[in-house]
């Protein structure tokens, strides 16, 4: 049995089923949230905290993706304050890698970058960090690149969930976090992947992408997830 | 008595793309001892392109320069294709060849008009503040306005295949991006004609002006030196393909046939605490008789022919200046080599965009992983030959680059001809050295079109000497690193 919970997102009264994030209901009624590591067809995780909202009665801030709706929540997805944090937390992503737009494969399909002119971020006021991690080619088609990886974990979960091979993972904590393949060997070594390529498709910047792939190619097409999870609930695969 | 003269600083050298000083210095009897051009800044692309893959190369090294972003891009893929080991599309090829003609085109016209004009136009006796293009512009706006139109003709040209005028995504290993439109091309030809019309005013202009400063002609760096260039199957003008050609001051032929791959064989580097840039020279002549020059000069006295009608008439003219006896060795026929050259590229992007090989869009790019572990590209970029030389890993991860730049090629005889220009200029130790004799000295290195910035980049190599002095110039300290 459903159950309706009734609440209001920027002054608007809404009433959303009880096991649907702040997000979703948000959506449904065009109101936007920014995201970056959310992505429909994903589990979400709360990692970029770019979602975050403000809830009537909580000091914190939580982030929409992963907050259920609950009866009579107030909830401000704008404010000063939350304009200030997203756009710190888009100028902390940015001096953490590497991102030089100008010669990134993603270039104009990226979406921190466009997150980061929504934003209007036109400067970083933090010391980048100018990381030394490295390339990592060694796989025979694909590349991660990992100064350009903001750790969103899409890639962790498209292989985990979707594909079920969870070659990805996270290692480390704070600053010194990183994605991995299998126990932290070369992709190329990483015999769990089976080169599906799911990976490449949801990365949100240019961390993933083929090899020989350059900015003028076409760009990542994230369609394939919305039509792998729908072919899924309706158990597509089997009957038709 | 007044102090002896010891030292004059010219800073920054205006009117070049880059930043370099000019130091004169004097020996005890107050005559010029040397001249050293100093080029200050550091670019590094050597290093931190280490560690990025041969397909991102294109893009990262057309960020050396603004002026000739073209050059190093081209070059870059070509370096690719070597990496990648694939042939490539014709049609790529061509595109890319109309590329770097439209190229020589804006650069030679920046170089000549934009840069160069004040110098060659205004009289000796103008002042510094008054020397520019904005000058020309007033006394002579019908020039100044073609000039302008010129190069952004060749950039339009650019824009037009390219996508932008600088820093495109267009030369990638193994082709191009995105085919020509008809439509495009169309418009490119349309603006031949007044291009053509352009180029025959400016040599008019140019051969005149030699003919009236022949006497000063003796002092503006006028001396002999090896050339190098790229040279066709025929022993034609080229820039994109070909093979090495160094000839020496009598015109004999020192080197022919030379597979650019090789070209680590016959040049060598030699480095000055003074500088950033790099002091290139051929190999089996050593430093002082292996000084060569590249550019328009050398490739037009190195080559036997241009192959297209109008530039050839020209060139025949050109060689006739020296009674046709061999190469001219004269630094001002930069500026007529650089004219003759532009309209060699209007022939040749004539003649290419005709062709309906180049507005193919079926067979554009070859694609394929790192197939070498090593990839040279060559071409002539508007200063001189340019070599981008990368080692890979077999994932195609540069692991090793080297940049050789025209204009680093150009040093020592840039160093010459400023030596030679200060010594004449300023024979006694009484002269009164005033800006206009500053201003000829510079003029001396802008007939080489020097671009500082595309040329300094190799790390280890530079022994750069810093220097801490008292107000008074006495050394107190000398701190450098020892050459690799």
Known sequence: ?240 | MAERRREILIDPVSRVEGHARISILFDERGAVSDARLHVTEYRGFEHFCRGRLVWEMPRLTSRICGVCPVSHSVTSARAGDDILAVAVPRTAEQLRRVLILAQWVQSHALSFFHLSSPDLLLGRETRAAERDFFAVMRDNAEFARRGIRLRKWGQDVIARIAGRRIHSDYAIPGGVARPLPERDRDIILDGLPEAHNTMRQALDIMKALLETRDGESEMAGNFPSLFMGLVGADGGLEYYDGHLRIMDAAGNILADGVDPRGYRDIIAEDTEPWSYLTFPYYAPLGRDAGMYRVGPLARLNVCAHTGSPKSDHELAEFRQRGGGRGPEHHSLLYHLARLIEVLFALERIEELLIDPETLRTDTLRSRAFSNRTQGIGVTEAPRGTLFHNYSAGSDGVITHVDLLIATAQNNLAMNRSIRQIAAHCIPRADTDVDERILNRIEAGIRSYDPCFSCSTHALGRMPMQIEFRTEEGRVLGRFSRTPR
């Open chain 1, 1 to 240: 049995m459903n159950e309706i919970r009734t609440l209001t997102i920027d002054g608007q009264l809404i009433s959303a089923d009880a096991s649907v994030t702040i997000l979703e209901a948000a959506k449904e009624h065009n109101i936007h949230i920014p995201t970056l590591c959310h992505l429909e067809g994903l589990s979400d995780v709360g990692a970029c905290r770019l979602c975050l909202v403000e809830i009537e009665g909580h000091n914190r801030l939580q982030p929409a993706c992963v907050t259920r709706v609950e009866e009579g929540m107030v909830v401000r997805t704008t404010s000063s304050r939350l304009q200030k944090y997203r756009r710190m937390v888009l100028e902390l992503l940015f001096s953490e890698g590497d991102h030089i737009c100008s010669v990134c494969v993603a270039n104009n399909a990226c979406e921190l970058q466009d997150l980061a002119y929504a934003a209007g971020m036109d400067h970083v006021r933090f010391d980048y960090l100018h990381s030394t991690h490295a390339l990592d080619a060694s796989h025979d088609r694909f590349v991660v690149d990992h100064h350009r990886c903001i750790l969103c974990a899409r890639c962790v979960r498209v292989c985990a969930d979707v594909e079920g091979a969870h070659t990805w993972d996270i290692a480390g904590r704070g600053h010194t976090a990183h994605l991995v393949s299998d126990l932290a060997q070369d992709w190329g070594e990483a015999r769990s992947c089976t080169s599906c390529g799911k990976c490449l498709l949801v990365c949100p910047t240019g961390a993933l992408f083929a090899k020989g792939f350059v900015v003028s190619d076409p760009q990542n097409k994230q369609d394939f997830l919305r039509y792998i999870a729908n072919t899924k609930s309706r158990k597509a695969w089997k009957d038709e």
